[in-house]
């Protein structure tokens, strides 16, 4: 038997095993992984026929989802519209100045319906340029639109654009309310939908246009095209249009009666996207470009100030007819041109550079008839920015001004314009009165006590005459606020009213006869009723008629040769000069026979004005207004025009005697 060879034998070939190569080995794992991975893929990805049932499958449950929300949205959406919304508003009341002038108009105003057909070309097309570009291509609902505006929201985490179509705006104007959320999105498409089936394109451009909020309690392009140019829409020019067709947007931001510029940029975007839109050529575009928008309506001409008084008068309407739900005109006593000047007056100092240097703020002027008759209320430097009517509310130290209250119940007391006084070092309870250049001027007057503005002599005399008989005549001339008997009360510390003071000037004016400041005449209803009209009657007399006339006797020397020698008129006028401790509050109050003007200028903070007097700015206010208001009246007496005041009202011969030679001048 042959012996077996070894492992060791050397006469037997070694074998060598097959080397496993990597190249081998990691090509053998490439064709499994492709395997594998080729049978997942076969595995998820659907053959041809496998997606198109699962893209039916999504088709069918994205019908039933949109059904369901148009059944859940939808089967309620009856209840919630109210057809005759149309017809709902706020009654409109129409404030009317004593010239004819239109103030203001408070509650919703629609003009007469208009067809777009009707109107100029370029004013569809502006609103459309700006508000909906693809109105004549999309089915009521820009989906294009609605994305980007789905993306913003969802970008900032809440509803900051809306994407509606000019067809969305008009189904939420006309049926929906103003809720901003998905749901009354939906009842929105639902409604533009059924319009765009409903109407068409013209159509409802149409209606739009009619029912669409232009600002200023205005509805549709005829009031708006009325109200801010004064022209029937047919006649509106293209830069007029775009005004207009910006507006929408935010009316009460680019109204151009309030804020003219930013109306002017926003016109300007209108321009810019109705030559995008090629409506309009690049030349047209050019040429209606401007920075800033002029308005030509009648409700204009009184000067957007004007709020402050029709504001006022509106807060009084119900206290004459009570509750009302019709629409009115009210009639008032106010005088667009006075008040064009008023305006023009207060503008002028507190937008100088003097007012700026002098760090001056604010300013307020009313001015009335001696009998109480409103004539013009400036209220503060622009109503648009602040709406805090510094005549009527504000409540501010007069200062020397109040010394009308200290003189008169001394001259009742029996004390005359020629006693004599000594300016010199005075205290009560320890406290000492000081003159406004803290010197002592000797013997005085209390005519030249008044005219100088004299402190000292002031507080004597209050403290000598009484200062309850002070707080009583005050308040009898009709300051409302409370008075403190505190010796410093005759320097004007307490805090009045503007309109409070004016109103006891007005009565030193009148001879004496008591007057409440009124602004309204008449009121008259939708149907030509008159709800109110004002009587004329009889003015009960509360001065004294001697008291009156040496009054006026001494606030005419203030002007002649006193500290109010800035407010020099033409012609007799009287007037006193007020100004607060640390030049916090200045004003000048005065009168002529025929108008009685007060002027305050200070800070609304109460922050120190540099070193103003109310014989500095504000008797430069008030001289300039009643050189306006007094430029085609010709030239009257102060005691004549009492005179005749006293004669109309059946007063007695001695009255009229005493003052037929009193001329107010000195």
Not at 51 to 60: G, K
Not at 196 to 212: A, D, G, P
Not at 287 to 302: C, E, K, L, Q, Y
Not at 373 to 392: D, I, W
Request: glycine residues 10%; aromatic residues 8%.
């Amino acid at each position: 038997m042959a012996k077996r060879p070894t492992r060791n034998s050397s006469t037997t070939p070694r074998r060598r095993a097959p080397r496993k190569t990597a190249g081998r080995s990691s090509s053998r794992r490439r064709r499994g992984q492709k395997k594998s991975l080729g049978s997942l893929l076969r595995a998820f990805v659907p053959r041809p026929m496998m997606l198109a049932r699962v893209m039916m499958v999504l088709a069918i449950w994205s019908v039933v989802l949109c059904g369901g929300l148009v059944a859940y949205y939808g089967y309620d959406l009856t209840n919630k519209i109210d057809f005759n919304v149309a017809t709902q508003r706020k009654p409109l009341v129409r404030i009317m100045s004593i010239d004819g002038v239109n103030l203001a108009n408070y509650g919703d105003r629609y003009g007469r319906p208009v067809e777009v057909g009707d109107l100029p070309d370029y004013v569809g097309q502006a609103f459309v340029s700006i508000e909906d570009r693809r109105f004549y291509q999309h089915f009521g609902i820009d989906v294009i639109g609605i994305a980007r505006a789905f993306v913003q929201n969802i970008w900032r985490g809440r509803i900051a654009q809306g994407g509606s179509t000019i067809t969305q705006q008009l189904a939420k104007n006309l049926f929906l309310s103003p809720e901003r959320s998905y749901g009354r999105k939906v009842e929105e498409v639902l409604l533009s939908l059924w319009l765009e089936i409903k109407f068409t394109k013209r159509q409802i451009l149409s209606l739009y246009l009619n029912r669409i909020y232009f600002g200023s309690g205005v509805y549709g392009i005829d009031a708006a095209a009325r109200q801010y140019f004064g022209v029937d829409p047919r006649r509106l020019s293209l830069y007029q249009a775009a005004v207009l067709a910006g507006l929408p947007k935010a009316p009460s931001r680019y109204n151009p009666l309030i804020a003219p510029r930013e109306a002017a940029k926003r016109a300007n975007q209108v321009i810019a996207a109705m030559r995008d839109t090629g409506a309009i050529t690049a030349r047209q575009a050019d040429a209606n470009r401007f920075d800033s928008v002029t308005t030509s309506s009648a409700s204009g001409r009184g000067g957007p100030n004007v709020r402050y008084f029709t504001d006022w008068v509106l807060d009084r309407v119900t206290d004459y007819v009570g509750y009302h739900d019709q629409d009115m005109v009210v009639y008032t006593t106010l005088d667009s041109g006075l008040q064009a000047s008023a305006e023009d007056a207060v503008n002028r100092v507190l937008d100088s550079r003097e007012a700026d240097r002098r760090k001056v703020s604010q300013g307020a002027l009313v001015a009335m008839t001696p009998d109480g008759s409103v004539r013009a209320m400036v209220g503060g430097k622009n109503f648009f920015q602040s709406q805090y009517n510094r005549v009527t509310q504000a409540k501010r130290q007069p200062g020397s001004v109040f010394k009308l209250f200290v003189y008169l119940a001394a001259l009742e007391d029996g004390m005359r314009a020629d006693d004599w006084m000594r300016d010199e070092p005075y205290s009560v309870n320890g406290w000492s009165p000081r003159n406004f250049d803290r010197q002592h001027h000797g013997t005085l007057s209390l005519r030249d006590a008044v005219a100088s503005s004299n402190n000292v002599i002031a507080v004597e005399v209050a403290m000598k005459t009484g200062l309850g008989h002070v707080i009583d005549m005050a308040h009898k001339l009709g300051v409302s606020s409370d008075l403190p008997a505190e010796p410093s009360l005759a320097l004007g510390t307490s805090e009045v009213s503007l309109l409070e003071m004016t109103t006891a000037y007005a009565i030193v004016s009148n001879g004496g006869f008591n007057i409440y400041p009124h602004a309204i005449t008449k009121i008259v209803g939708q149907n030509g009723e008159v709800l109110y009209e004002r009587e004329g009657g009889y003015m009960t007399r509360i001065l004294n008629p001697v008291t009156a006339g040496e009054m006026n006797n001494m606030l005419a020397a203030v002007m002649a040769k006193g500290t109010g020698k800035n407010a020099l008129l033409d012609r007799p006028a009287a007037g006193k000069t007020g100004t607060t401790s640390d030049y916090r509050d200045a004003w000048f109050v005065g009168y002529t026979a025929d108008l009685v003007a007060g002027v305050w200028l200070g800070n609304d903070n109460g922050s120190p004005m540099d070193n103003v007097t109310g014989g500095g700015l504000p008797a430069e206010m008030w001289k300039s207004f009643m050189l306006h208001a007094h430029q085609d009246l010709p030239v009257r007496s102060l005691g004549k025009a009492a005179s005749m005041r006293a004669i109309r009202m059946g007063e007695d011969d001695s009255w009229k005697q005493f003052n037929s030679g009193f001329t107010g001048k000195r």
